[in-house]
């Protein structure tokens, strides 16, 4: 079967770094992907790693290990409007599948 | 800039109607997805489609949704009738191919069974 792990819920202090963590299993792996969503509105593409090693758009860096079938989210300097739900997904025999997220606070 | 649209965005029936959902795919995108999603759960895909074909509806409950994409463009998802836990958000989304991480989702129809 598939299975996805990420924290539920993050609490950061604006202008701080916070790393999001997501392991997962499944079979026909082919890469790992990051969305955001706010409250109400719809998922939005962030980052995606096919490759091992750290991927850097801007304040947010995605990192994949295929052999430890682990990868994160990295968020730098934190703004408010950073809060939000962060998923995972992985891309698994052409489907791609989305983790439970991780709803993050930023607090001033 | 090209986005998905969706439509209705909300839509409020009572138990044991029929309910509709459409979604416009971004122009040239092969594939289209359906995914639900509970509040305060990641999306779940329910149908993906590459082209007029369905290609994974594993996780579609079939006895009461069903999903077309009739010229592989735009696509309908259909509930008859709808229970109270299909109260969720169905979200649209495409891609230019099957073997991507990025999905262009749309804003969503907002269901409420009663």
């Known amino acids: 079967g598939q299975s996805l792990e990420q924290p539920s819920e993050v609490t950061a202090v604006e202008g701080a770094i916070v790393q999001i963590n997501c392991t997962y299993q499944t079979s026909g792996f082919y890469g790992l992907s990051w969305y955001q969503q706010h409250d109400g509105g719809a998922p939005t593409f962030l980052s995606y790693n096919a490759l091992d090693g750290l991927e850097e758009t801007g304040r947010f860096s995605s990192f994949l290990s295929r052999s430890d079938s682990y990868g994160y989210l990295l968020l730098q300097e934190l703004q408010m409007k950073d809060s939000a739900s962060y998923f995972c997904a992985v891309g698994s025999s052409y489907k791609l599948i989305f983790g439970s997220g991780t709803r993050l606070l930023v607090r001033p | 800039e090209a986005e998905v649209a969706q439509s209705p965005r909300y839509k409020i029936t009572e138990k044991s109607q029929a309910v509709a959902f459409w979604c416009d795919p971004i122009s040239g995108h092969a594939t289209l997805y359906w995914y639900r999603q509970i509040l305060g759960q990641g999306p779940e895909l329910l149908v993906q489609?590459?082209?007029?074909?369905?290609?994974?509806d594993s996780q579609l409950p079939k006895d009461r949704f069903s999903a077309e994409r009739l010229k592989g463009v735009d696509s309908t998802l259909k509930i008859q009738p709808a229970e109270l836990g299909d109260s969720a958000m169905y979200l649209c989304a495409s891609s230019r191919g099957r073997d991507t991480g990025e999905l262009f989702f749309g804003e969503g129809s907002r269901l409420t069974v009663l």
């Open positions: 489609f590459q082209d007029e074909s369905v290609v994974d």
